[in-house]
């Protein structure tokens, strides 16, 4: 049978919100750590930090730009397939994505305006509180879309309103969502390892490049690379450690408020105490019946993940399938909203193939960035430079290692909520509960042809962007530092005198070194 509206529509937001996302997380991290180099200069005045921050910042730009123009995608969706949805979710939406846009969004592009044509027009210090307001917004900004997320994924601070749709009574509640807490926790620190990785991919190569070229290990550009390759593997490291405390709050949290996707991320077919954790299965192929899977398992640990002991029992897919059906419905309501699915039976399992290797994705992705990041900080402890092709070569690949661990995570934390796009909460009861159904959700007088049209397009689109993208940070990458371009070599004393005019001084060519700086 050939896709609906309703698939298209789905595989159009799935491929438009993970292409963005592999743009975010880079964002956030890389835009604390640029912070971190430019305090540091402003604190030590070393001419390698000075670089470090310009290096590091003209690819944290290029990333944002293009991150804001996937993003502007994202809400034009929601009135063109998911009308539906826009109407149920809005008096919550509303106030949030507001949020977002006036506060966050033009905090972090305003004050971000400042930072890049700033440099010798203002005060240092007040030229480094610039990018730290534009860090603060980006993240400030993550948290209400965040925020807008958990509340589809455990409804907090509404009732039900006359017309049948969510009307908020409680901000606060919704602001202080603990599944709010717990993901974006988790995002963030999921964001430094990205970050981190680039730092240690890009770093050591160019340290090995510089040591077959026999150049000297003493100079400025040396200790960029360095630097760089050492602070991007500690807070990689420590970003792993974190993302396992927060991953393991946010999976506890799950088992509590969406247990069949948890369940199904691990296969576990019929309810167990104690449960065993699985490490690998394997299923007959398009099937999506739990009783087709066969796994490998590690005895109680499930348990432990799921409720902090080894003995208390976790419900299977089987057993929560027929409690689902029992509470919500075994078949969808014979209504027109439900366009083609009006009628039909609801599977509430998960695709357990998505939801089980999504989460292993996730997990096993994290875990290379970690091992690279570990063996980063080995070859270059005590002043060593690494040769090796394979390690340096592997490094430089397992950068994407955390972009795939990120867009898996999300993968599965959407798709595992499935066939709800709003997921009841089961501390409210049945009767006062908030849920959506995706099927109830897209557009109702929007044709499959169209959808089709706007995915191909925008598919199109991004893919060209994604190229430009590619193309200028392979140029800066290849580029590394340089003194070209008609700018000051960074750090240098000014070859004029200073402007008595500007705070600080500048150099005569800073209208050139700003135009190097932002472009």
Not at 268 to 288: M, Y
Request: glycine content about 10%; some cysteine.
């Amino acid at each position: 049978m050939g896709m609906d509206t309703l698939d298209v529509a789905r595989w159009q937001f799935g491929i438009t919100t993970v292409y963005h996302f592999l743009m975010v997380p880079l964002t956030i991290g890389l835009g604390v750590l640029v912070a971190v180099m430019h305090t540091m200069w402003v604190r030590t005045g070393r001419p390698e930090w000075l670089r470090m921050t310009r290096f590091w910042g003209r690819i944290y730009l290029i990333n944002f730009a293009l991150g804001v123009a996937t993003g502007l995608v994202q809400e034009f969706q929601f009135g063109l397939a998911w009308s539906e949805y826009s109407r149920f979710v809005g008096d919550v939406f509303g106030s949030l994505l507001a949020l977002e846009a006036l506060l966050a969004f033009f905090l972090e592009s305003t004050f971000l305006g400042l930072w890049i044509f700033g440099w010798g027009r203002i005060p240092k210090k007040l030229h480094l509180a610039a990018l730290w307001a534009a860090v603060i917004g980006s993240i400030v900004s993550a948290y209400f879309i965040i925020a807008a997320n958990s509340w589809m994924q455990h409804p907090v601070g509404v009732e039900v309103g006359d017309d049948g749709r969510p009307v908020q009574v409680d901000f606060g509640a919704v602001l202080t969502n603990n599944t709010a807490l717990a993901a974006f926790s988790h995002a963030i620190v999921a964001a430094l390892m990205v970050a981190g990785a680039l730092l240690v991919g890009i770093g050591l190569w160019h340290l090995r490049k510089r040591k077959l070229a026999e150049r000297p290990t003493t100079d400025v550009d040396h200790s960029v690379w360095r630097k760089s390759v050492r602070l991007g593997g500690f807070v990689s490291l420590a970003a792993f450690v974190l993302v396992a405390v927060t991953g393991d709050w946010q999976g506890k949290l799950m088992y509590q408020q969406q247990p069949l996707k948890m369940s199904s991320a691990e296969a576990l077919c019929e309810t167990e105490a104690p449960a065993s954790f699985s490490v690998f299965a394997f299923g007959k192929a398009g099937s999506n019946e739990c009783d087709d899977v066969h796994s490998f398992t590690v005895p109680y640990l499930l348990s432990y993940l799921a409720h902090g002991d080894f003995s208390t029992a976790v419900p299977g897919v089987n057993e929560l399938q027929e409690e689902y059906a029992a509470v919500y419905g075994e078949n969808y309501p014979d209504d027109p909203s439900f366009g083609d699915r009006a009628g039909r039976p609801i599977d509430y399992t998960p695709l357990l193939a998505v939801t089980y290797w999504s989460f292993r994705l996730m997990i096993g992705m994290g875990a290379v960035s970690a091992g690279v990041a570990a063996y980063a900080l080995w070859a270059t402890r005590k002043g060593r430079v690494p040769t090796s092709r394979i390690g340096v070569y592997g490094s430089l690949l397992a950068v994407a290692a955390p972009f795939v661990a990120n867009a898996t995570g999300w993968i599965f934390t959407e798709m595992g909520r499935q066939p709800f796009v709003v997921y009841p909460n089961p501390d409210v009861p049945v009767g006062e509960q908030v849920y959506f159904f995706t099927a109830q959700a897209v557009s109702p007088g929007v044709s499959t042809g169209e959808v089709w049209t706007s995915l191909i397009g925008l598919t199109l689109v991004y893919g060209a962007l994604a190229v430009v993208e590619l193309w200028l940070i392979t140029r800066f990458v290849r580029r590394g530092i340089t003194t070209g371009d008609g700018a000051p070599v960074p750090g240098s004393p000014p070859e004029g005198p200073p402007d008595d005019d500007v705070p600080g001084g500048r150099d005569s060519r800073a209208d050139d070194d700003v135009l190097s700086f932002a472009y």
